[in-house]
């Protein structure tokens, strides 16, 4: 089993950065594939990217070219640095984490989430 721990949300203005940060326990954190979903107030949550084991990435086509998911498997710590930020963007974000790479839009473990917030 692992525990995440997301940090790194807050405040920006449209056009601005964010860098979230997520901490999972445990000592296979290499072996998951780790990914970033988010959810706006209203509405579903939704896929915005992964990174797998062997560090393929795979992006929401709204988020593409904007964002990039990263992970640093000696921290155990898998970020997602957002720029050129939307007030669509304003969401919920949850870290995740799978065992198998069919699960990957259907994590087997979910952090607590961190709220991104984006005024225009």
């Known amino acids: 089993q692992v525990q995440l721990v997301e940090s790194g949300g807050g405040l920006v203005q449209a056009g601005g950065s964010l860098r979230l940060s997520c901490a999972a326990s445990g000592r296979t954190f290499s072996s998951y594939h780790m990914g970033w979903f988010h959810q706006a107030p209203g509405k579903e949550r939704e896929f915005v990217a992964t990174?797998?084991?062997?560090?393929?990435?795979i992006y929401a086509d709204s988020v593409k070219g904007r964002f990039t998911i990263s992970r640093d498997n000696t921290k155990n710590t898998v970020y997602l640095q957002m720029n050129s930020l939307k007030p669509e963007d304003t969401a919920v974000y949850y870290c995740?984490?799978?065992?198998?790479?069919?699960?990957?839009?259907?994590?087997?473990?979910w952090g607590q989430g961190t709220q991104v917030t984006v005024s225009s």
């Open positions: 995740a984490a799978s065992t198998l790479l069919t699960s990957i839009r259907r994590p087997d473990y």
């Open positions: 990174i797998t084991s062997g560090r393929i990435t």
